[in-house]
């Protein structure tokens, strides 16, 4: 049960590991894109590929025939990554082994929807993936196994993502292999990450330079970080801390060095509105930015 790229390297080695997969539930199809075509989610695009049967209900809570057509499936386990329905009492209940959750932190820090982004952004020295065992509360089940890895200072959104994946991947083969015993979560440092939008990319020059610069990092690829310039929106792909004071929001010099709250951001690779990604230097060619020019 999962829907976005995260969960695909854990339906492939559940499938290479020799599992028998009943089903695979995900999100509907949804359109996407500038054309707003419909297309399937990933993990449904890569069941197909495997010849995998796959059901997409769009709702769960109260659909009484679709927790019964669960129930059929007489599931051993049920493994769930990122699927973005909450599971009900009548579906967590029905596999003899109960459901188990791969979740992208180390439990009970980063509960919810975006750990990936929340530890990055919080500055955290690492992040990691717990297997746990899913009830009826958000992200508090109790752990069967958890595993960490560094974010360096050049970790963004994305390596830190496919390094979980794929940690994910193996863990859930060792949990159901070695079935550990469950471990209560503490409450003790329990944290909450909730859902981004993209009302969440606008940069707010007058926070810190190392928050935003964590930022830009964090929210890459998505929902990504901008800025606007002369009016326009202007995409801020990386950056990196730079020296220099000023307002916040103005332009320092003719290197995209913009004054923040505290220090100063510089920015190495922005995108205009249709336009191609570029390097600063290579965008700074075609639109010259004035210093004392004022981001916002």
């Not at 796959?54 to 769960?60: E, G, N």
């Not at 060619?285 to 004035?290: I, K, N, S, T």
Request: with cysteine.
């Amino acid at each position: 049960m999962g829907s976005p790229d995260f969960a695909v390297p854990a339906l492939r080695a559940l499938h290479d590991a020799g599992h028998t997969i009943a089903a695979v539930y995900c999100q509907p199809p949804r359109p996407a894109g500038r054309g707003y075509e419909v297309r399937p989610c990933p993990v449904q695009v890569a069941a197909e590929a495997l010849g995998l049967t796959v059901r997409t209900p769009a709702r769960l809570r109260r659909d009484t025939a679709e927790h019964a057509a669960f129930r059929a499936l007489d599931l051993d386990v049920a493994v769930v990554a990122a699927y973005g329905l909450i599971l009900p009492a009548a579906m967590l209940d029905a596999p003899r082994r109960g459901c188990v959750n791969i979740h992208a932190s180390l439990l009970p820090r980063w509960r919810g929807a975006a750990p990936i982004q929340a530890a990055i952004l919080a500055g955290d020295a690492e992040s990691g993936v717990t297997i746990m065992q899913m009830d009826e509360g958000l992200d508090t089940g109790p752990m069967l196994l958890r595993e960490a890895t560094p974010i360096l200072p050049h970790t963004t959104g994305t390596t830190l993502h496919d390094a979980l994946a794929a940690i994910g991947a193996r863990l859930i083969l060792r949990a159901l292999d070695d079935r550990p015993a469950p471990l209560p979560q503490p409450e003790v440092g329990a944290t909450y990450a909730p859902k981004l939008s993209r009302d969440d990319s606008w940069l707010d020059w007058s926070r810190e330079a190392a928050e935003l610069e964590r930022r830009v990092r964090a929210f890459d690829p998505w929902p990504g970080t901008a800025t606007h310039l002369n009016g326009a929106a202007l995409k801020v792909l990386a950056a990196e801390l730079a020296e220099g004071d000023g307002a916040p929001g103005t332009v320092l010099d003719r290197r995209l060095t913009v004054a923040c709250g505290r220090g100063a951001l510089r920015l190495t690779r922005v995108q205009a509105a249709g336009r191609a990604a570029l390097d600063a230097e290579a965008f700074l060619r075609g639109h010259p930015v004035a210093p004392g020019t004022v981001l916002g």
